[in-house]
């Protein structure tokens, strides 16, 4: 969403092409054995192309937002610096 907003941005500055490009690989740390949570995330990419913008054209509205206070539902407890990753604390974790 916020790489969406940004070519809408640059559309209306420039007139376009934009690209934008999105891609994830949480298909790499889900627990195979935990059922809830290993259906639910996967790896994927999406593509979109916005054509040069001509008057009037383009997006209408664009709204995003982001909130933490829901962050401790679901989270991978290893892989930073401060708590390096071992085959225990690599996977997701989902409460709930």
């Not at 420039?14 to 889900?30: C, E, F, K, N, W």
């Not at 709204?63 to 610096?81: E, F, N, R």
Request: charged share 20%; hydrophobic share 40%; aromatic share 6%.
């Amino acid at each position: 969403m916020f790489a969406l907003a940004t070519a809408e941005a640059f559309l209306a500055r420039t007139g376009g092409p934009a690209l934008v490009v999105g891609a994830d690989t949480y298909s790499r740390i889900p627990n195979a054995r935990d059922r809830r949570t290993v259906v639910l995330f996967g790896a994927g990419a999406r593509a979109l192309v916005g054509p040069p913008r001509r008057d009037g054209t383009g997006l209408r509205n664009l709204a995003s937002q982001t909130s933490g206070k829901l962050a401790d539902l679901i989270s991978v407890p290893a892989g930073c610096s401060r708590l390096p990753v071992t085959r225990r604390l690599y996977h997701f974790t989902m409460g709930g």
